[in-house]
């Protein structure tokens, strides 16, 4: 499964922005079958979770550091998992990435090991 993320881009701090993913038309598959993270990764650091939408149970979970300030949602209709992101700060600037995976229990959400598929990243910067 190809993931194509997008919707990255250079906003102040305190704005909004909103990241889709959605697999390749190609790919012919659709994310309701899938678990579906975001990850990102600041320069020089490790990839870090951020947040997850579970197939199974529909449940969500985040990174305590972005808990209360982004929601991951999905419109099954448009195939396409969102990443809608409020308050943006400094320390959210990083390359942010989409994973799916189709066996992932609520306790591997956090481990980008658990993932099958990957998106190349979009890149957000906030400035300060």
């Known amino acids: 499964v190809q993931l194509q993320a997008s919707g990255g881009g250079l906003v102040q701090a305190g704005d909004s922005l909103r990241l889709s993913c959605a697999p390749s038309a190609a790919s012919g598959r659709t994310f309701r079958t899938y678990t579906v993270g975001w990850f990102r990764q600041a320069q020089g650091k490790a990839r870090v979770f951020v947040a997850a939408?579970?197939?199974?149970?529909?449940?969500?979970h985040y990174a305590d550091a972005v808990k209360g300030r982004f929601t991951i949602s999905r419109d099954n209709t448009q195939n396409t998992v969102y990443l809608q992101m409020y308050s943006l700060k400094a320390e959210d600037t990083a390359v942010y990435y989409c994973?799916?995976?189709?066996?992932?229990?609520?306790?591997?959400?956090?481990?980008?090991?658990?993932?099958?598929?990957w998106g190349q990243g979009t890149q957000v910067t906030v400035s300060s």
């Open positions: 939408s579970k197939r199974s149970d529909s449940s969500t």
């Open positions: 994973a799916a995976g189709s066996r992932i229990i609520s306790s591997s959400v956090y481990s980008e090991n658990a993932y099958d598929y």
